[in-house]
């Protein structure tokens, strides 16, 4: 096999496994500590202010991190990174408020590392007829971990209206694991392999002032101010699925007796659709480039409009099914349909 391409499939793989684990505990996250705060009430840690300072942290640190990629190298910088999400995750096994903020901030330092790290090695494995190829199967891998974690999380959470100490401790140590295992993987990858197949671990050496002058301006550019508008939504959709609507299906208890359970199935359909949306768009992608094709009516336009329409839909429906006060604990109420 290329060299390049084992590289990039090892990567992909350290990433599945590394993010099954932090996707997961991120979809389940509030409705797991609001069991913990149920049996200690001293424990005030709440899951939406966690995942606020993991991303505010994550922003802030995302201008520093090329500096510490270009002087640690990618590898070592992601192996940093992911660390830090198996250090995240071994703090739920002793719940304090205080741990749990603490390391939601850790988190976020190497969120910021493990993907500038990521986009690092994977140019550096990559070339321009192979970029597409190599990126292809990266997002093909990360986009299993939704519905690998979410799978566990469906069976474990089977009939649980309440989830206890020990179904707690299983869930954790079971993410812990499969977190741990992907941080291992990262020590297996080799040094980034150019077209010649020499090896090139780091690319330019710029100092720490230069790479942030840099970065800024980048982000004053014409078109990167554009962009940012869509990186904004981009931001709160995640935020929104990744977190808040599945606590926010857990909560709905008038959906069932297995409503818990549900936070599973919904990580696992989320999963799915990052799958199948994933290689529809990429189909539909690689034709906007073709200008035979294009004339046809497909272009990079019409691909952003039929996202924004998938989720202007997806969004009225859950506006219409979920009640006002599904996303902050256990709630009876209806919004303008029973939730179902």
Not at 104 to 110: K, P, Q
Request: with cysteine; glycine share 8%.
């Amino acid at each position: 096999m290329d060299k390049r391409l084992l590289n990039v499939s090892l990567l992909g793989l350290a990433f599945m496994f590394v993010f099954t684990a932090f996707q997961t505990m991120g979809n389940i996250e509030k409705t797991i500590l609001k069991s913990i705060q149920n049996d200690y009430p001293s424990f005030t840690g709440d899951g939406y202010t966690s995942l606020s300072i993991i991303y505010i942290v994550f922003a802030l640190c995302n201008w520093i991190s090329p500096s510490i990629v270009s002087f640690a190298g990618s590898r070592i910088a992601m192996f940093i990174g992911s660390c830090c999400y198996t250090m995240f995750l071994v703090s739920f096994l002793w719940p304090t408020t205080f741990l749990l903020y603490f390391m939601s901030a850790i988190i976020g330092f190497g969120a910021s590392v493990i993907w500038t790290g990521q986009g690092a090695y994977l140019t550096l494995n990559s070339d321009s007829s192979t970029m597409s190829r190599n990126s292809g199967i990266f997002w093909a891998l990360l986009q299993m971990s939704m519905f690998l974690g979410n799978t566990f999380v469906f069976f474990v959470l089977h009939d649980k209206n309440h989830l206890d100490e020990s179904t707690r401790t299983l869930v954790f140590t079971v993410l812990i694991a499969v977190c741990f295992l992907g941080t291992l993987l990262f020590l297996l990858l080799r040094s980034p392999v150019s077209s010649e197949g020499t090896e090139n671990e780091r690319g330019e050496t710029l100092s720490p002032i230069q790479e942030i002058k840099n970065s800024l301006s980048l982000f004053l550019t014409e078109d990167m101010c554009l962009l940012n508008m869509s990186f904004f939504f981009t931001g709160l959709h995640l935020s929104f699925y990744s977190g808040v609507y599945s606590s926010s299906i857990g909560f709905t208890t008038t959906m069932g007796t297995n409503s818990k359970q549900l936070v599973g199935l919904s990580g696992i359909l989320i999963g799915v659709g990052e799958i199948l949306g994933g290689f529809l768009f990429s189909i539909l992608g690689k034709k906007s480039s073709d200008n035979n094709i294009e004339s046809k009516g497909f272009s990079h336009s019409a691909v952003v409009a039929l996202g924004f329409i998938i989720n202007i839909v997806a969004y009225g429906l859950i506006f219409i099914n979920l009640p006002d006060d599904s996303p902050f604990g256990d709630t009876t109420a209806k919004s303008f349909i029973e939730p179902k």
